[in-house]
């Protein structure tokens, strides 16, 4: 494999991306940046490309169109048009979805037969519609799912507890939205269930947070960007190096009909399978209604 990769809008999102590819170890050989706007592509490639003396990756950067996707084993989609005053969820869906079509058709055009990763919000929406679109597996489509939720969560039970994030075993799943939420029925430190050392009042601030830091975030800066960068570039790292690590990405679920974030084991193939977990009661409903959102969503596009 070439381990080729191109990242499909050059805003702070798919520069953070290619930052964070270069400025890490990993197997990607060849990064191709492309963006309606060319320019900025080609000024990110070079930016990129002054790194390579001094990071600890080496690849080759430049700037394409959509005919170098053909050989490409990876595609990150995080273009997209911007929400603008007024306007609704479903008024953007609209328009981003007329834009993944044309979009979509021009990439398989070019013969690429890879992976999908979608980042572009509202993302599992548009993942959905990149597998419908594009006429791939459904494995080979993958949405960055609630891989950023998670670590917002992790983060800050680690904080709570003074341990590493890194030792912190909880996801949150469902829509990357307002419905997702924490499964704190399975969640543990080295396998000491996390219910037993924080009360539920707390867990419930914690899992509001998590949810709802990117609000935050972007009243202050107007925008979330490292954090996804992050994200990506390790769920790429899986992918190329068959790594088959269990990651909370935007997969298919077969019985609901919509892609969603869940625990699935990911690797070369894409999404090898999502797990089957026993989950509350209360939590099945909440995954429910989460479902039914998306659902929602989706019916009102077609």
Same mark, same amino acid.
């Given at each position: 494999?070439?381990?080729?990769v191109?990242?499909?809008?050059t805003?702070?999102?798919g520069?953070?991306?290619?930052?964070?590819?270069?400025?890490?170890?990993?197997?990607?050989?060849?990064?191709?940046?492309?963006?309606?706007?060319?320019?900025d592509?080609?000024?990110?490639?070079?930016?990129?490309?002054?790194?390579?003396?001094?990071?600890?990756s080496?690849?080759?950067?430049?700037?394409?169109?959509?005919?170098?996707?053909?050989? @490409?084993?990876?595609?990150?989609?995080?273009?997209?048009?911007?929400?603008?005053?007024g306007?609704?969820?479903?008024?953007?869906?609209?328009?981003?979805?007329a834009?993944?079509?044309?979009?979509?058709?021009?990439?398989?055009?070019?013969?690429?037969?890879g992976?999908?990763?979608?980042?572009s919000?509202?993302?599992?929406?548009?993942?959905?519609?990149?597998?419908?679109?594009?006429?791939?597996?459904?494995?080979?489509?993958?949405?960055?799912?609630?891989?950023l939720?998670?670590?917002?969560?992790?983060?800050?039970?680690?904080?709570?507890?003074?341990?590493?994030?890194?030792?912190v075993?909880?996801?949150?799943?469902?829509?990357?939205?307002?419905?997702?939420?924490?499964?704190?029925?399975l969640?543990?430190?080295g396998?000491?269930?996390?219910?037993d050392?924080?009360?539920?009042?707390?867990?419930?601030?914690?899992?509001?947070?998590?949810?709802?830091?990117?609000?935050?975030?972007?009243?202050?800066?107007?925008?979330?960007?490292?954090?996804i960068?992050?994200?990506?570039?390790?769920?790429?790292? @899986?992918?190329?190096?068959?790594?088959?690590?269990v990651?909370p990405?935007?997969?298919?679920?077969?019985? #609901?009909?919509?892609?969603?974030?869940?625990?699935?084991?990911?690797?070369r193939?894409g999404?090898?399978?999502?797990?089957?977990?026993?989950?509350?009661?209360?939590?099945?409903?909440?995954?429910?209604?989460?479902?039914?959102?998306?659902?929602? #969503?989706?019916?009102?596009?077609?």
């Amino acid at each position: 494999m070439a381990n080729k990769v191109m990242i499909v809008g050059t805003g702070n999102v798919g520069a953070s991306v290619g930052y964070c590819l270069v400025n890490q170890r990993t197997a990607v050989s060849e990064l191709v940046l492309t963006d309606i706007n060319m320019e900025d592509a080609e000024g990110e490639a070079m930016d990129l490309r002054d790194t390579l003396a001094v990071s600890p990756s080496y690849m080759k950067i430049k700037s394409g169109t959509y005919k170098d996707a053909g050989d @490409c084993d990876i595609i990150i989609i995080t273009a997209g048009a911007p929400q603008k005053p007024g306007e609704t969820r479903m008024d953007l869906l609209k328009k981003n979805a007329a834009i993944f079509k044309d979009m979509i058709s021009q990439i398989m055009e070019s013969g690429f037969s890879g992976i999908f990763i979608v980042v572009s919000n509202p993302m599992d929406v548009l993942t959905y519609l990149t597998w419908r679109y594009s006429g791939l597996p459904a494995e080979q489509v993958i949405g960055s799912g609630t891989i950023l939720d998670s670590a917002r969560l992790r983060y800050r039970v680690s904080e709570r507890l003074g341990v590493s994030p890194k030792s912190v075993h909880v996801f949150q799943i469902g829509e990357h939205g307002d419905t997702e939420f924490a499964l704190w029925s399975l969640a543990n430190i080295g396998g000491q269930p996390i219910m037993d050392l924080i009360d539920e009042a707390e867990l419930n601030k914690i899992e509001d947070f998590a949810r709802k830091e990117a609000y935050e975030i972007i009243n202050k800066k107007g925008a979330t960007y490292y954090g996804i960068g992050a994200c990506v570039t390790k769920l790429v790292n @899986c992918i190329l190096g068959d790594e088959r690590r269990v990651l909370p990405v935007s997969s298919y679920d077969d019985f #609901a009909g919509v892609y969603n974030g869940f625990p699935a084991i990911v690797g070369r193939q894409g999404v090898i399978r999502r797990l089957d977990l026993k989950m509350t009661e209360a939590e099945g409903m909440k995954l429910q209604k989460s479902t039914n959102a998306l659902k929602s #969503a989706i019916s009102e596009l077609e």
